[in-house]
């Protein structure tokens, strides 16, 4: 098999975070993404022009080569006005977390009613609702489900507004995407489309793998893997999400996967697997700018078939697959 030459990939849902670490992090998306989403669930969150203007010029110095779309965290109350000041700030989305869904997200919102000032100011602004759509109510494997309801009736309510679904995990999410309007978009991850419930717990424990929302079964990743294939409006976020080492391998491992380093040669097994390989340009370094809006990066990579053992650590993480042998590498041309 002859190695790939794609354009220069994005990243439409990365986790950078604040403190120690956020460098590495940020150095490490740069490496072979053109353009990135930091995520606002950062400490303190991203919620006001200065804490964001000051977050960008930060991920710029560590990165200067890295175009950003940046994003805020939506609060219960938020006003309109506060969006705008922040769309002015060069912020074009907005973070719905559903309150205790996932890591730094007990702040977060209990329902769309408390945020109706905020969502339509995205919407006469222009940006783009992000969704983390679990309903931690819920089950565990159950979340993603129980929360489409809510999407339905969100879609509904602001006929304008343009959404994504992060970090689909099951195939009735992605069928719910797939039959969705133009206007609906959402995101994969590299791992959702690697793993199942079985790397994660079918043997021994790994917490490395664990993320929000769950890794599901086969059937589901699979579905997963079809959506990829199939609709222009499905594109990847890696949602790489490092935890330091110690608080992953303790008693109470909090959620997040450490992506960014091996989401690619991952994506590249997955749509060789696929038989697809020729539509991995399209999922990684084309829908997502469409959908937001923007042109493609300019930058090249070239996947090739090197094999290459993942790392214990990187940046004081572990990274997913740490130990494994992957049958492609990645390169900057
Ligand atoms: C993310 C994190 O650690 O910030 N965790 C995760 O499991 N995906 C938050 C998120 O995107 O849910
Ligand atoms: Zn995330």
């Known amino acids: 098999m002859r190695d790939l030459l794609l354009r220069a990939p994005d990243d439409f849902h990365v986790h950078f975070r604040s403190g120690p670490g956020m460098g590495e992090y940020v150095r490490r998306t740069s490496a072979f993404f053109d353009r990135a989403l930091p995520m606002p669930n950062t400490l303190p969150p991203l919620a006001d022009p200065e804490t964001l203007a000051a977050y ?39 973070k719905y977390y559903p309150a205790g869904a996932t890591t730094h997200s007990r702040d977060g919102i209990p329902t769309p009613r408390e945020i109706r000032d905020a969502l339509e100011a995205l919407e006469e602004t222009g940006m783009v609702l992000s969704v983390h759509g679990e309903d931690p109510e819920a089950p565990v494997l159950e979340r993603e489900r129980a929360f489409l309801p809510v999407l339905r009736g969100l879609l509904a309510d602001h006929p304008r507004l343009r959404v994504v679904l992060e970090h689909l995990s099951t195939r009735e999410a992605a069928e719910f995407v797939l039959a969705g309007p133009d206007r609906l978009g959402a995101t994969v991850t ?27 079964d086969r059937t ?8 990829v294939l199939s609709c222009d409006r499905v594109f990847f976020g890696s949602d790489s999400a490092p935890h330091p080492r110690g608080l992953k391998e303790s008693g109470e491992a909090p959620a997040g996967v450490y992506a960014a380093p091996v989401a690619l040669p991952l994506l590249a097994a997955v749509f060789e697997e696929e038989e697809a390989l020729d ?15 923007l042109p493609p990066n300019r930058g090249r990579i070239r996947l090739t078939r090197e094999p290459w053992t993942v790392p214990e650590e990187m940046d004081g993480a572990v990274p997913a697959a740490a130990g494994s042998t992957l049958a492609w590498n990645v390169e900057r041309v």
């Open 220 to 227: 589901h990743r699979d579905a997963l893997r079809k959506a």
């Open 190 to 216: 590299a791992h959702h489309l690697s793993f199942t419930t079985d790397d994660l717990a079918g043997g021994a424990l790994r917490p490395h793998l664990f993320c929000k929302p769950v890794l599901q």
């Open 279 to 293: 539509r991995l340009e399209a999922f990684v370094s084309f829908r997502g700018a469409r959908f937001y809006g």
């Open 56 to 94: 960008a010029e930060k991920v710029r110095a560590a990165a200067p080569g890295l175009d950003l779309v940046l994003s805020i965290k939506l609060f219960p109350g938020m006003s309109a006005d506060t969006v705008r000041a922040c769309a002015r700030a060069g912020a074009r989305v907005g």
